[in-house]
């Protein structure tokens, strides 16, 4: 220890450039380290680190350049490294620390971050996205998100409300993600029903950053401040620490208290969210009612609990500000803009070792549907008017709706694994891969009171191809607009591959270059076995009926409207027929009667009679004609009637429901104990016309 205190004492007297880089500072840090047994990285010996460090500064110091480069880089090591090696530096950093900011705290190696503003989707769609908390930790390199909240308005229709409790990113490691709740809501359900998307871009001169009191901040309070009566049963007995909302105040600057209220703060956060809520409530209600069997598995609490869920606000906790997406993405320095855009290679390098090093793994997903909803969007588009013009699709409409508007319906994904690949090359497409482990759907009645296993599989993968011009600033690789030249290439490219695979590919890419869209490839696997319940099958029957039944009706229904036109453009030749007649016999007249009045006069009494007679036997033959005509309409309408009347009781006698629940109750026994894979590959349209206004114009450097 002698030498090389030594050996620091003269080198310092003779190189002031050695002082003022800090390399002696660090070398002492580590050396007091060393002593008190609390040295940073002590698996290294500290000869090799002194050796180290000064031959890093000789080399440094051969340049001015290297030299400030090196400088720099000491001193920040110093104080990271005195921040783990001295109690008394580390101790002072987070009392200062929690001084100057005050919605940032400081525990050990830990930051927590509380009171989080909302980002607010306000760009192609509505949305809010809440965390409720997040620490990062220092040591690790993890950060944890506690209390996540988002809520998304698909069209006027559909609203989608997700939620988790916990979220933790290990930085180039992995992405771990707790029980994930999705419930879709119909239009009576959604809470941003009423808001609609800016049409147009706003004025960002006169926008704050950070902004309080939006439209979907308040439509969040209003449908919490609703909510709030319905659930105060739910919340009876429960303290305040787990369910209050309150923000979150400055800690303690003592360190033992400081940690005890950060523990506290995080339990409050997981406490109160709607899940711990609804999962409390069900247990209680099991446990006071008696009912066994119902949440005795994993799978069906937590069925239960996302049925339970739905009736709650999209967002339960929502924020007092919010972050508008427009104002991150609105950009006030277009150099730094045009230079990322001409160097798209660095989006590639950048994404490529996130999605590489960042799997994600997700222990369940349970999405919820309202069954009131279902029946809703089958009375919409399914069962349409010929429920009110058939008695048979009415009973068949009634017998669907009993199973389903009384209940909810939940399907949950358990085990899932996902990973994504962005390639440097871009050759390559982005491909995308999902795993899951097991699926199940459940229908379920309000308050845990019945809980039905309707579909078990042994699990599903999909994989999805996306192509990589899709990517940000590499619009210069979207494929050109056709071209004639091009459309008269491809079409003689299909006549030569004519009665082979490949002229089938050749039309459907001369379809899409012509729409100007591309492709993105879905492939999707369902792993046998499958397991049905016989209510499902029941379902599945009449659906089946119902669907041949109004198939019957359409047909006629069409065919009436055809015969309808017809007649319609019959009737319209006849007028014109009849008006031409009509202008054809005064023109006869009139040349006529330019005659001599003489023999007009002679012939008037030998004629009269016969005239008499011919006008007599043309309006018999007319009448006669017409009431043969209606009696054939008459016969072809009641003929036409009795074949629908006919289909549909065929339908019905052969059709019938326990005919078709035993021919799909075969099929299903049979997958209950197949083996394999069941799925879809096929390509999905995106269309290129959004994707060609937003493309700039600058020259690319590194593509």
């Not at 009876?236 to 923000?247: I, V």
């Not at 909810?408 to 990973?419: K, R």
């Not at 005659?595 to 036997?617: L, Y």
Request: hydrophobic share 40%; aromatic share 8%.
């Amino acid at each position: 220890m002698d030498t090389p205190a030594a050996t620091l004492l003269g080198t310092a007297i003779f190189s002031w450039r050695w002082i003022i880089s800090g390399t002696p500072l660090l070398l002492c840090s580590l050396f007091l380290a060393e002593r008190n047994d609390h040295r940073v990285v002590p698996w290294l010996p500290l000869w090799a680190i002194f050796t180290s460090l000064n031959f890093a500064y000789v080399v440094a110091s051969t340049s001015w350049l290297l030299y400030w480069i090196y400088t720099p880089t000491c001193y920040c090591t110093i104080l990271l490294s005195s921040l783990y090696q001295f109690e008394f530096a580390a101790r002072f950093a987070r009392h200062q620390g929690r001084k100057l900011l005050r919605h940032v705290l400081f525990i050990q190696d830990r930051i927590g971050l509380f009171d989080l503003p909302a980002l607010e989707i306000d760009s192609d769609t509505i949305g809010l996205f809440i965390v409720r908390g997040l620490t990062i930790s220092l040591s690790t390199l993890t950060a944890t998100a506690y209390g996540i909240e988002v809520g998304i308005k698909i069209d006027n229709d559909m609203e989608l409300a997700i939620q988790t409790d916990k979220v933790v990113v290990k930085l180039f490691r992995r992405i771990e993600i707790g029980d994930v709740y999705a419930n879709i809501k119909g239009s009576d359900e959604m809470c941003f029903g009423e808001i609609n998307s800016w049409p147009n871009k706003r004025d960002m001169t006169k926008d704050q950053f950070v902004a309080v009191d939006t439209p979907i901040l308040k439509a969040s309070m209003d449908a919490r401040k609703k909510a709030s009566s319905s659930m105060q049963d739910q919340l009876d007995g429960l303290t305040e620490s787990e369910t209050g909302n309150k923000p979150v105040k400055k800690l303690s600057p003592d360190d033992e208290k400081a940690h005890t209220e950060y523990d506290w703060i995080i339990n409050r956060i997981l406490e109160s969210t709607s899940s711990s809520i609804a999962k409390r409530w069900l247990k209680k209600i099991v446990k006071e009612r008696e009912i066994e069997g119902v949440l005795e598995t994993d799978r069906k609490l937590r069925a239960a609990i996302s049925a339970h869920i739905h009736e709650d606000p999209t967002i339960a906790h929502p924020p007092r500000k919010s972050i508008r997406l427009t104002s991150l993405l609105e950009n006030k320095h277009p150099k730094f803009k045009i230079f990322l855009h001409r160097l798209p290679l660095l989006y590639r390098m950048l994404l490529n070792p996130i999605s590489y090093f960042h799997p994600i793994f997700i222990d369940s997903v349970t999405s919820t549907g309202s069954g009131k909803w279902f029946v809703s969007l089958m009375k919409k588009h399914f069962f349409k008017h010929y429920s009110s013009s058939d008695a048979e699709v009415r009973r068949l409409e009634g017998r669907i709706s009993a199973w389903l508007a009384d209940a909810n319906f939940a399907v949950g994904l358990n085990n899932i694994y996902c990973t994504g690949h962005v390639p440097m090359d871009t050759d390559y497409d982005i491909e995308c891969k999902f795993k899951i482990g097991d699926m199940v759907a459940h229908r379920t009645l309000p308050e845990a009171v019945g809980l039905t296993q309707v579909i078990h599989l042994g699990g599903a993968d999909a994989t999805f191809v996306i192509p990589s011009f899709l990517l940000p600033h590499h619009e210069h690789l979207i494929p050109g607009k056709l071209t004639d030249f091009e459309e008269m290439q491809m079409e003689q490219e299909v006549q030569e591959a004519e009665g082979t695979p490949q002229a089938v590919q050749l039309k459907k890419e001369l379809e899409r270059r012509r729409k100007d869209e591309t492709a993105m490839k879905i492939s999707v696997h369902g792993h046998l076995p499958f397991l049905f319940d016989q209510d499902l099958l029941n379902f599945v029957a009449a659906t089946v009926k119902a669907t041949k039944v109004i198939e019957v009706e359409k047909g006629h229904e069409e065919l009436v409207l055809k015969r309808a036109a017809t007649d319609k453009i019959e009737l319209e030749v006849r007028r014109a027929d009849s008006i031409a007649s009509d202008s054809i016999a005064s023109d006869t007249v009139s040349t006529e009667s330019t005659g001599s009045a003489e023999e007009s006069a002679d012939s008037d009494k030998t004629d009269s009679a016969a005239t008499t007679g011919s006008q007599a036997s043309v309006a018999r033959s007319s009448t006669f004609g017409a009431r043969m005509g209606q009696t054939f309409k008459g016969m072809n309408s009641k003929v036409k009637e009795g074949w629908r009347k006919a289909g549909i009781n065929t339908v019905n006698v052969v059709a019938n429901d326990r005919w078709i629940a035993k021919i799909v109750g075969n099929i299903m026994r049979k997958l209950e104990k197949a083996q394999g894979d069941v799925g879809y590959s096929g390509l999905i349209a995106l269309p290129l016309a959004e994707y060609r206004e937003k493309a700039e114009t600058e020259s690319k450097i590194l593509k």
